[in-house]
Each structure stands twice: as C-alpha cells, then as structure tokens.
C-alpha cells in the first residue's frame, strides 16, 4: 500500500484525513514502540476493550495469555478484533478551548484472529511479546515450562487491515485569536521507566543485568 | 456496590478475581489519573477501537468531539459501548518467562451513551474534559462560540456498570524459582510531563500560566 492509500474502506480516516497514514514503515514504527495495546471485541452484542501485551513478527500480531481467558476464547473462535495501539506524545494547548487538542500516533488493526497451534510459531510468539516489553529478557529467565505452555494460549492477527492516524506539531488557532494574551503551546509527554525495584525476596549479590539497568521507553531499535 | 461485588454478571472480573474491585472510590481514582480512554463500539458487526479525551462529573463520564465523527454519530444511536482506561505502572520481570506481568490498573465502563443536548450541560461536559486534561485551561483560553458548540458533540456515558482491575507489587515466582540467579523485580512506569514548548506564533511578553508550568501527572486531587 501507498501513504495515501487505505486498505479498506472501513480502516480509511474519516476524521481529519490530512492526519491518516496507511504506510508499512509508519505503521510498524508505531506498534513496535508502544508498550500495551487495546483489544477490541463483542460478545452478545456488547463491545469489550481490554489492555493487553503484544508483539510483531513481520507483519503478524502476536497475542497472549491464560488458555481460560474468555478474551482469548472468544478472539480464537474468529470473530472480528480490533486491536489498537495508541502513544500520548502531548498536550497542545490552543489560545481557544475548541482548538485543543492532543498529538498521539495510533494504530488500528483490525481483522480476525487464529489460535497458533505450532510449536515453534507458540515460542516464537511467546518470545515476540516478551522482547516488546523488555529486549533480552526472554534469554535471562526460565523459559515456560511443558506445563505453562500448555496453560498458555498463543493468538496471531495479520496486519493487513490497518491505519494509523497521527497529530503532531504545535496548536493551529484561528487566525484572529493568535493576537488573544494567552499562552499556547504543548506540553510534550514520555513514558518514563523509573529506577528499578528490586523483588523483596531477590537473593544477595544478584546484579541487574543491562537489560534492565538501561532500558528506557522507546526501547532502541 | 461493595468492595466485592460486582454490579453485573458482565463486569464480573474472570481471570484473576484476586484484582478486582468494584467500590466507587477505587473506580473514580482511576478514571480521574487516566488521560484517555479507549472507546469500543461495533458497527455492522466490526469493533473499533478509538483513543479519546473524557472527563467525569460524578456519576457521568463525558466525551466529546466533531458532529461529524463517525464513533460520536454511532454512539448517540445508543448503541452498546465500552470506555476503558488503562494505566500504566510498571513492568513485573520474574525469574520465569511465564510470571512476567504488568502491575496496572484498569477500568472498564459498559452501557449506552446519549447525546448532551441542554446548553448548560453541553458547557458542564466540554469543561470537564478541558479540566481533565489540564486543570485551570478553561478559564485561560477563549470559550467555545456559538458556531464552534454547533460543531461539537457531546456525549453523556453512565459510569453504573463498571469494574476494575489492578495489579500491584512484586513478581510471585513458583518457590522453586526463587533459587534461580536471575534478577527480579518491578520497573515502574511514570507518563511525565516534559518541559513546555511554546508555540512558534506566541506573542512576546506572554508568561507561561501556573497551570502549565507546574502540570504533572496525575494532577493533584
């Protein structure tokens, strides 16, 4: 697809289109760097959202959890998802009330989703969401168990069906209200990683390894 | 409601009822941090899943946006909808891959929306959201005129069928992977205010208000 060119009707921008982009390289870039997505799905008619951990492989969404979660169960059976994944980089703050605003990046992506049955496409997955949160973590740690993994259900959704919509830049006011005394401006926002915790129970003389002593949000690529 | 009870079968909390709560002042604490929701609604059986500003006014949840907009025009149908807000607290690093959690807390509002059509409510909700956002902007900027509220919608959700779900603390590894020489524990996660941008078209001689120069969030109560 082209950065003008939707992938469907209903994933093009209605809204504000001059803010849409549907290229690969965007949208990538947008869901490797946020953190959670939202999960986006009906049962008997009423619509859920609920947070949740993802990772990419290519061009396949990879989504995780306990084999009875009924997100998970009802996501599996193939009915329609929409997942979406949203980053707050300010506040811009218009000389009017109407004229506020915010700049975000956000991605929708909808479709269905499929269990993944495989394996290694289940590991790879496993492994995919792990390294989305916290790079290098997936090789420091126990790796799942046959006993986990079999509590574990592995969802993959295809990004196809996707677009992104995109604000940035600072307030775009009337005219005649740029000569208004009022401050204007924005107030940029980060998801700021916080100097570790360690566990209470962490034994004496264990370090923390650089995965973690330097992570910070975005993670590099 | 009580601590303990949920007010309906489908805000029950399934997986993990350990992190449920349902008393009001948890719910309202929650949606009072949050700087945006997520909002699901289907139509012609396709969730979407869309961020946007809201403010709470008691018992009320606000949103609003363009008369044009496709999300506003399907919800004031009275269709179902579901608002969630998710923050973030940090990252929960086990000694096992499959103990890795998110310490976060969540609430998920169900119900239908109607559209705000009294004048003086249609203002209540619109300042809601500004002073969600940012506490002390309504009263700095220009007011809505005439033909800006006549390109407004605003929408008026009941927050009456709601749960939350919130996960706090260390990694709970199995005992036996207490052992393991592998670094544990919590990397917190703050959404941080950076410094003011000022608009490139800002007059000289323009201060910056308390009200921006001192945002953090959450905002104090």
């Known amino acids: 697809m082209t950065g003008t060119d939707a992938p469907s009707e209903r994933t093009r921008v209605q809204r504000a289109p001059q803010r849409a982009a549907y290229d690969r390289a965007t949208i990538e870039a947008i869901l490797d760097e946020g953190l959670t997505c939202h999960v986006g799905f009906a049962v008997e008619g009423q619509p859920y959202v609920i947070p ?6 290519g061009d396949r969404l990879y989504l995780h959890g306990s084999s009875a979660s009924r997100m998970l169960r009802s996501l599996r059976d193939g009915i329609p998802v929409c997942v979406t994944v949203t980053l707050l980089d300010g506040l811009v ?3 009017s ?3 506020h605003s915010m700049n975000y990046r956000s991605v929708v992506v909808l479709g269905t989703a499929v269990e993944v049955t495989d394996p290694a496409e289940r590991l790879l997955g496993l492994e995919a969401v792990s390294e989305h949160v ?3 973590r997936w090789r420091e740690v126990r790796p799942p168990s046959d006993k986990e993994l079999r509590a574990t259900m592995v969802l993959r959704l295809p990004v196809t069906e ?3 919509k995109i604000r940035t830049g600072p307030p775009l006011d009337d005219e005649e209200d740029y000569a208004l005394p009022c401050w204007a401006g924005v107030i940029p926002l980060q998801l700021a990683p916080q100097p570790p915790v360690p566990d209470p129970r962490l034994a004496a003389g264990i370090a923390l390894p650089a995965s973690v002593r330097e992570y910070r949000r975005p993670q590099p690529r």
């Open 52 to 57: 949740t951990n993802y990772g990419r492989v």
């Open 93 to 95: 703050l218009a000389r």
């Open 97 to 99: 009330a109407y004229h």
């Open 134 to 136: 916290l790079r290098g």
């Open 162 to 164: 996707t677009s992104a």
